[in-house]
């Protein structure tokens, strides 16, 4: 790795694991451990301007980061989720874009419905089995159906809580980025 995209990577995960302490639940709408946060901003924007893997790398290293300091609160579940869910949306976003310049909004449309899909498919086989050893996956659809009364079981849960979670936290995303791109395209 050159020693300006070993920078640009190290600032790049500097500021998505800073980014990850402002994360939010949305109690309203899901359950309080779904936490919105902005960090794959910074990793969607690497793999824009370095390349997919790249991009994967800084949102692999913002989630070791928030593990490695102590600042997980779901024993790890919560990092490896939105590194795989996160990862989906920064492979599929920069991919396209890196193919087709210029077609940045098409890029992050493809990033969140691959996110939806990652995250629908990730919470099914492997986050909330992984989850359940930290809580029963009956109290986790106990507080989706809390919000949502059609929440009754693990698919239902996924198609009314994960799946809009994912569809809002990609559209924010979306437009964040869409709105900042132009700004720093230079500095990266």
Known sequence: MKSNTLVKVSILVAIGYIFMFISIPIPVLFPSFLKFDISDITAVLGGIALGPIYGILI???KNLLQFITGMSTTGGVGEFANF???SSFVYF???YFNKHK???FKSLLIGTISM???GCLANYFIILPFYST???I???ISM?????PLVVNKISFIIYMIAPFNLLKGSILSITIALVYNKIKKFL
């Not at 989706?144 to 949502?148: E, H, L, R």
């Open 59 to 61: 949102c692999f290293l």
């Open 134 to 136: 930290i809580m029963p």
């Open 144 to 148: 989706g159906s809390q919000i949502n």
């Open 116 to 118: 939806i899909i990652a």
């Open 84 to 86: 795989l869910i996160g």
């Open 93 to 95: 976003s920069s991919s």
């Open 138 to 140: 009956e109290a986790v």
């Open 102 to 104: 210029e077609k940045l």
